[in-house]
């Protein structure tokens, strides 16, 4: 008899602990947390969007958040391209670029920034970022 009474309340607290632990998650969720890998994952979209230089016959856009522009983060951010097909590409695919804070800081004084998008299916994109 004792042991059903200790088993029904191990099950009760595995029960506590996994829903305190799913309300965590979902608040962090809905808080906007970020992942440590510093991707850009704000709520806020607005911006202004960037299309890359034609490669293989194709471009991609990325949005330059203003809330990177107006907070600055210090680890810099990355932004991941418009998924993009055509005639050369069975399917979509798309780019990241990393801008560091830097460069955040030389777009949002009005310099023009120009970076190389990360490989994706053997060719890159170029991208020239001033604020629009």
Known sequence: MEYKKEEKM??????????????GIFLCLEAGCKS???STSSSDTSGFQVTSSATNGHTHSVTILSADL??????GATYTSTSSGGSYYSS???HTIFLSQQQLTAINSGSTVTVTSSVTESHTHDWVITKS
């Not at 107006?70 to 680890?75: D, E, K, Q, T």
Request: hydrophobic fraction near 45%.
């Open 10 to 23: 191990n099950q009760k607290n595995l029960l506590k602990i996994l829903s305190i632990l799913f309300i």
């Open 36 to 38: 440590s890998s510093n």
């Open 70 to 75: 107006a907070s600055l983060p210090a680890a």
């Open 92 to 94: 979509g695919h798309t």
